[in-house]
């Protein structure tokens, strides 16, 4: 795992390819990691699963509660048909993107 921050965003890579321990060990330290924006990085992982994707739901929610951003980059994924509630972007500049958008709308209160 790879943990990056600049300014207000936290980008957060999985280097190992096992998405179950990486889920995990995100889900232990957000703590540390819930008062950023979170882009979390999965595109080492060739082909992953519509459900280890949405495993990623609960700890969005969690993190959105705070009124922070959650989006995962994926690579080779069918966006639609996972859970429509997880922002999944092919890029991290996407990611960056949305996450400028979400922090306008919050600052004009939507």
Request: hydrophobic share 35%.
């Amino acid at each position: 795992m790879k943990v990056e921050t600049k300014g207000h965003t936290t980008t957060i890579k999985d280097t190992q390819g096992d998405l179950t321990a990486f889920l995990m060990k995100i889900t232990h330290e957000h703590k540390s990691f819930e008062k950023h924006n979170l882009i979390i990085d999965i595109t080492h992982c060739k082909s992953v699963s519509v459900k280890e994707v949405n495993a990623f739901l609960p700890l969005c929610k969690a993190h959105k509660k705070n009124k922070k951003s959650f989006v995962i980059v994926a690579e080779d994924f069918d966006f639609n048909k996972a859970s429509d509630k997880l922002n999944i972007v092919p890029t991290k500049l996407e990611a960056h993107d949305i996450i400028e958008m979400e922090e306008i709308e919050r600052d004009l209160g939507f």
